[in-house]
C-alpha cells in the first residue's frame, strides 16, 4: 500500500464513487457493501480490494472492516449512506433506521482515524430534520409527542388512499367498498392532526441532518465543509446534483476546497459546454445487442412501443410519473438517472428504453466498466451510483489537497 493512499469505501455499491479515485492512483484498500450481487461488479472492476460483505450496522462486519487497517493506516474513508429516507418523494420519516446509517459512518471515522473523508447523499440531506442530541425532559416529550402524531397521520393517509381508489370504482360502476361518512371523518380527523402537527415548535428538538452531521464530526476531532454540486458541470452528461461533505482531521491543518467546474451550461467563462445525451450515447443506437457490454435491449409489448412513439421528447409515457419513461432530450444533458423499478429513461429516437450501457454512459462509466447481474440488477447499480465524472473530480482535487 502507498503512503497517504489508502481509502476505505463504505455503501460501495458497483464503485462509481472510487472508480476516480483508483483513475488518479489511490489503492482502495477495503470495500463494503450489503448486497452481494451489486458487490459482484465491484470485484470484477477493483481487482486486489478487500471487499467485506454484508450489513455495516453488524459489529462482525465493523471488526472485518477494521482488521483490514491492522498494518497499515486508512487515509481516506469514501462513501454515501443510503438515502432513502431523505428522499424528496414520499413521506420522510425521520426516524427510519435507514436514515440513520450516517452514524455508522461516523462510527468508522472515529475508530479508523483518516486524515480526510468525504460523503456524498441527495440534496434533500438539508431540509429534513432529525432529532437533536442527546434530548431529555420536556424537549423529548415534546418529540415523542410529534412523532406519535406523524405515526397517526401516516396511517390515516393510508387510509385515504383506500377510500381514495374504493370511490374511484364507484364512479366507474365497478364493485366498491367506499363509504361516504368514513371519507368525511377520515378528513376531518386528517385536518385535526395537521393543525396539531403544525402547532409544534420543531426548533426546540430537531434539526436539519446535514447540520447535525458537520456538529458530530465536529465532536470527533474533524472540520468538515458540504457543498451541493451538479455532476453536468463535471463533464458527466446528467443534471445530477448531491450534497459533497469534505471532512478533514484537525491535526492535519489541510484546507478545505470543492472542484472547480470543468462544465458551464453554456460554456461561459472559458469552460465547456454540458455535455448533452447525444453527444454520450447517439454511437450505441443501432448496434446490436451485446449482453456482455450490458447493451441489454429491453423486449417491450406492442401495445407500449405504441405508447412511445406517441410520447414527445420531453414528456413522460405515462402522465401519472413523471420520471419513469421519459423522453430524454437528446441536445442537453438528462436528468437523474433512477432505476424506477425499470421504469428508466426513453431513447430521444428509438421507441425503447434506454440499455443499462447507454444509462452508464450517462453516469459517466467508462465502456471497460463490467457490470455483473441481471439486467434489473444492473440499474439498481446505476441508479444509485455516484457518476464517474464527478469522483474523478473529487478525487483529482483531493491529490491536490493532500499533496500540500
Given at each position: 500500500?502507498?503512503?497517504?493512499?489508502?481509502?476505505?469505501?463504505?455503501?460501495?455499491?458497483?464503485?462509481?464513487?472510487?472508480?476516480?479515485?483508483?483513475?488518479?492512483?489511490?489503492?482502495?484498500?477495503?470495500?463494503?457493501?450489503?448486497?452481494?450481487?451489486?458487490?459482484?461488479?465491484?470485484?470484477?472492476?477493483?481487482?486486489?480490494?478487500?471487499?467485506?460483505?454484508?450489513?455495516?450496522?453488524?459489529?462482525?462486519?465493523?471488526?472485518?472492516?477494521?482488521?483490514?487497517?491492522?498494518?497499515?493506516?486508512?487515509?481516506?474513508?469514501?462513501?454515501?449512506?443510503?438515502?432513502?429516507?431523505?428522499?424528496?418523494?414520499?413521506?420522510?420519516?425521520?426516524?427510519?433506521?435507514?436514515?440513520?446509517?450516517?452514524?455508522?459512518?461516523?462510527?468508522?471515522?472515529?475508530?479508523?482515524?483518516?486524515?480526510?473523508?468525504?460523503?456524498?447523499?441527495?440534496?434533500?440531506?438539508?431540509?429534513?430534520?432529525?432529532?437533536?442530541?442527546?434530548?431529555?425532559?420536556?424537549?423529548?416529550?415534546e418529540a415523542d409527542s410529534f412523532y406519535k402524531l406523524e405515526s397517526i397521520k401516516m396511517k390515516l393517509v393510508a387510509a385515504?388512499?383506500?377510500?381514495?381508489?374504493?370511490?374511484?370504482?364507484?364512479?366507474?360502476?365497478?364493485?366498491?367498498?367506499?363509504?361516504?361518512?368514513?371519507?368525511?371523518?377520515?378528513?376531518?380527523?386528517?385536518?385535526?392532526?395537521?393543525?396539531?402537527?403544525?402547532?409544534?415548535?420543531?426548533?426546540?428538538?430537531?434539526?436539519?441532518?446535514?447540520?447535525?452531521?458537520?456538529?458530530?464530526?465536529?465532536?470527533?476531532?474533524?472540520?468538515?465543509?458540504?457543498?451541493?454540486?451538479?455532476?453536468?458541470?463535471y463533464g458527466v452528461p446528467q443534471r445530477r446534483k448531491r450534497i459533497i461533505f469534505i471532512g478533514v482531521r484537525e491535526d492535519?491543518?489541510?484546507?478545505?476546497?470543492?472542484?472547480?467546474?470543468?462544465?458551464?451550461?453554456?460554456?461561459?467563462?472559458?469552460?465547456?459546454?454540458?455535455?448533452?445525451?447525444?453527444?454520450?450515447?447517439?454511437?450505441?443506437?443501432?448496434?446490436?445487442?451485446?449482453?456482455?457490454?450490458?447493451?441489454?435491449?429491453?423486449?417491450?409489448?406492442?401495445?407500449?412501443?405504441?405508447?412511445?412513439?406517441?410520447?414527445?421528447?420531453?414528456?413522460?409515457?405515462?402522465?401519472?410519473?413523471?420520471?419513469?419513461?421519459?423522453?430524454?432530450?437528446?441536445?442537453?444533458?438528462?436528468?437523474?438517472?433512477?432505476?424506477?423499478?425499470?421504469?428508466?429513461?426513453?431513447?430521444?429516437?428509438?421507441n425503447r428504453v434506454m440499455t443499462p450501457r447507454e444509462l452508464a454512459r450517462l453516469q459517466s462509466f467508462p465502456d471497460n466498466?463490467?457490470?455483473?447481474?441481471?439486467?434489473?440488477?444492473?440499474?439498481?447499480?446505476?441508479?444509485?451510483?455516484?457518476?464517474?465524472?464527478?469522483?474523478?473530480?473529487?478525487?483529482?482535487?483531493?491529490?491536490?489537497?493532500?499533496?500540500?
Open positions: 500500500m502507498l503512503n497517504n493512499n489508502n481509502v476505505l469505501e463504505l455503501f460501495g455499491g458497483c464503485g462509481g464513487l472510487g472508480w476516480g479515485f483508483k483513475k488518479e492512483g489511490f489503492t482502495i484498500a477495503a470495500y463494503n457493501e450489503l448486497d452481494p450481487k451489486i458487490a459482484a461488479t465491484y470485484r470484477e472492476n477493483f481487482k486486489g480490494t478487500e471487499c467485506v460483505i454484508g450489513d455495516i450496522t453488524n459489529p462482525e462486519i465493523k471488526q472485518q472492516i477494521y482488521s483490514c487497517f491492522t498494518y497499515a493506516p486508512c487515509d481516506i474513508i469514501l462513501g454515501g449512506p443510503p438515502c432513502v429516507a431523505y428522499s424528496m418523494s414520499g413521506h420522510r420519516n425521520s426516524r427510519d433506521p435507514r436514515g440513520q446509517l450516517f452514524r455508522d459512518y461516523i462510527e468508522m471515522v472515529e475508530k479508523l482515524q483518516p486524515k480526510l473523508f468525504i460523503m456524498e447523499n441527495v440534496p434533500g440531506i438539508r431540509t429534513i430534520m432529525h432529532d437533536k442530541e442527546d434530548l431529555t425532559g420536556a424537549a423529548k416529550k385515504k388512499k383506500r377510500l381514495s381508489t374504493e370511490k374511484g370504482k364507484m364512479e366507474i360502476g365497478e364493485p366498491h367498498e367506499y363509504n361516504e361518512e368514513s371519507d368525511n371523518q377520515l378528513r376531518k380527523t386528517l385536518s385535526q392532526i395537521n393543525k396539531k402537527i403544525k402547532a409544534f415548535n420543531l426548533s426546540s428538538f430537531r434539526i436539519s441532518v446535514d447540520q447535525k452531521i458537520i456538529n458530530t464530526f465536529k465532536t470527533k476531532g474533524y472540520r468538515v465543509k458540504s457543498r451541493l454540486l451538479n455532476s453536468a458541470d492535519t491543518k489541510l484546507n478545505i476546497t470543492f472542484p472547480i467546474a470543468t462544465h458551464h451550461k453554456d460554456g461561459e467563462n472559458g469552460l465547456k459546454k454540458w455535455i448533452t445525451v447525444r453527444e454520450a450515447i447517439d454511437d450505441l443506437k443501432d448496434l446490436p445487442e451485446d449482453k456482455a457490454f450490458a447493451h441489454i435491449l429491453s423486449k417491450h409489448q406492442p401495445s407500449f412501443v405504441e405508447k412511445i412513439k406517441n410520447t414527445p421528447i420531453g414528456k413522460g409515457v405515462y402522465k401519472k410519473y413523471s420520471e419513469a419513461f421519459f423522453r430524454c432530450r437528446p441536445d442537453e444533458p438528462s436528468g437523474t438517472v433512477k432505476e424506477n423499478h425499470g421504469g428508466v429513461f426513453v431513447h430521444y429516437e428509438k466498466f463490467i457490470f455483473k447481474g441481471t439486467k434489473s440488477c444492473m440499474l439498481v447499480q446505476l441508479g444509485n451510483a455516484v457518476p464517474c465524472g464527478l469522483s474523478h473530480a473529487l478525487a483529482r482535487n483531493v491529490k491536490i489537497l493532500m499533496s500540500r
